[in-house]
């Protein structure tokens, strides 16, 4: 007899696993289909924990090679990348362990396999039917692959094998200026890779705030990595002195080569939903492959749902965890919600780059009557104290009603100081409210409020 479910989930990423937790908190019987024997899906196996542990080390090694000696400490230093690539593997082990006893401690089946809808209801895993009330998909996405760029993994390289390289290239070409590409190619140039980034827009991080990306490219460029805009790839060739792309310029023209040791294919991602069964249970999706689902995450075939990086939106983490919950309370008879417009969005280089909400060329284009506070870190104590004093923070405000409408931050720490400006946008409130709470001096924090202050046109440290 088929074991049977409340709720069955394929996929046992940040979306799977956080969804599965919230619906046995809530009494549900829980199954989640992981084909890795580990769990945590890409994100904690081979994507945001690996790649954040290797860009921890990585700065480290930057700042003992570059920075102790204004700091009065000498040290001769020298890079252990085996030690540096086992350390990374050690966090990576520690947090897939920890959701295996998440599993444990909520009751939820982890069924190892291929997970397949045979019907609403349905789910086949390796073979083996079992029954499901209600189904998520929660797969996650894939790297996009790049016609005429073929990956093996070794010599081109998606982020899945640049974080398994054996040596550090003397050379890396990065194809796609987001974020992934950026922290990659930050990792090894940190580490002594030449690092050129070849991105199809005219602009780097498509996305985010210009302003932010213009400073971004130039802090790059500063460290050592080279850019070539406004280009496109459109063929890549081995040899024995590496991997030789084809560039042509995105607006037509000459084509003109590059050669490096490794290729890092970095243009994007799109939902990996192999062999689930989707076109014979005939789930909607749209041109790009993305399942559709409506305001309850619900597709086209009932019973059967989607989160995460499979559905619209922001391919995050997080994201796909908020929705994982949600979806979990509305089958529970709850009132499960998704802000969609405070999601934060990071890059975790150094200095790390931070955006919530609208950027100003979005309200523009909107025709939004807003103000703008801004505030740099020159300007800022601890950022003076501790000579991390690249980029700085702007708020953006509705001009009648003061509410904030997005705010952007490059700087030392970035990533933290967002989460203030996200928790008061959640309550809808103003840039005069952030601009009136306390800020602990000295902090990287107070630059947030003096660029809430700025708002008004009266920031008060500069």
């Not at 084809?246 to 799109?270: C, D, M, N, P, Y």
């Not at 499979?310 to 089958?331: F, N, Q, S, V, W």
Request: hydrophobic letters at 45%; aromatic letters at 6%.
């Amino acid at each position: 007899m088929a074991e049977s479910y409340d709720l069955v989930i394929i996929g046992a990423g940040p979306g799977g696993y956080v969804g599965a937790i919230r619906a046995a908190q809530l009494g549900m019987k829980v199954g989640v289909v992981e084909k890795r024997p580990k769990l945590g899906g890409t994100c904690l196996n081979v994507g945001c924990i690996p790649s954040k542990a290797l860009l921890h080390s990585s700065e480290k090694y930057r700042e003992a090679l570059h920075g102790f000696a204004k700091h009065g400490i000498k040290a001769k230093v020298e890079l252990d990348l085996p030690t540096m690539m086992k350390r990374k593997d050690g966090v990576v082990d520690q947090l897939t362990k920890g959701v295996g006893f998440l599993f444990r401690k909520n009751k939820i089946d982890h069924l190892q396999g291929h997970g397949t809808i045979r019907a609403p209801g349905l789910v086949e895993v390796d073979g083996k039917p079992v029954k499901a009330k209600n189904i998520v998909i929660a797969t996650g996405s894939e790297s996009t692959p790049l016609p005429g760029v073929a990956i093996d993994e070794k010599r081109i390289v998606t982020s899945t094998g640049a974080l398994e390289l054996a040596a550090v290239p003397k050379s890396m070409a990065v194809i796609g200026a987001g974020y992934i590409g950026l922290e990659m190619g930050s990792v090894w140039s940190r580490l002594g890779a030449k690092v050129t980034v070849v991105e199809f827009l005219d602009r780097i991080t498509p996305g985010i705030d210009g302003e932010v990306a213009r400073q971004f490219q130039r802090v790059l460029e500063k460290q050592g990595l080279a850019f070539k805009l406004g280009s496109k790839v459109t063929a890549a060739k081995m040899s024995k002195e590496g991997v030789t792309l084809t560039i042509e310029s995105a607006k037509g023209g000459a084509a003109e080569s590059v050669t490096a040791e490794i290729v890092l294919v970095a243009i994007g991602r799109r939902p990996y939903v192999e062999g689930l069964g989707l076109e014979a249970l005939g789930v909607a999706r749209d041109k790009r492959g993305i399942i559709e689902v409506d305001a309850h995450f619900q597709t086209n075939v009932p019973g059967v749902y989607a989160i995460g990086d499979a559905i619209r939106g922001p391919m995050l983490a997080h994201k796909a965890e908020e929705e994982g919950a949600a979806l979990a309370e509305m089958l529970a008879g709850q009132a499960g919600h998704v802000n969609y417009e405070t999601v934060p969005g990071i890059v975790y280089t150094w200095p790390e780059v931070a955006g919530v909400g609208k950027t100003e060329d979005e309200l523009k284009d909107a025709g939004v009557a807003y103000k703008a506070g801004k505030f740099p870190f020159t300007a800022n104590s601890r950022a003076i104290c501790n000579d991390e004093r690249d980029g700085f923070v702007k708020i953006l405000a509705d001009a009648k009603t003061d509410r904030i409408l997005g705010a952007h931050i490059i700087g030392a720490e970035a990533g933290d100081m967002i989460h203030a400006v996200v928790n008061v946008m959640e309550f809808g409130g103003a840039a005069e409210d952030l601009a009136r709470s306390f800020h602990a001096h000295p902090t990287y924090n107070e630059a947030v409020r003096e660029a809430a202050l700025a708002v008004a046109g009266r920031a008060r440290q500069i």
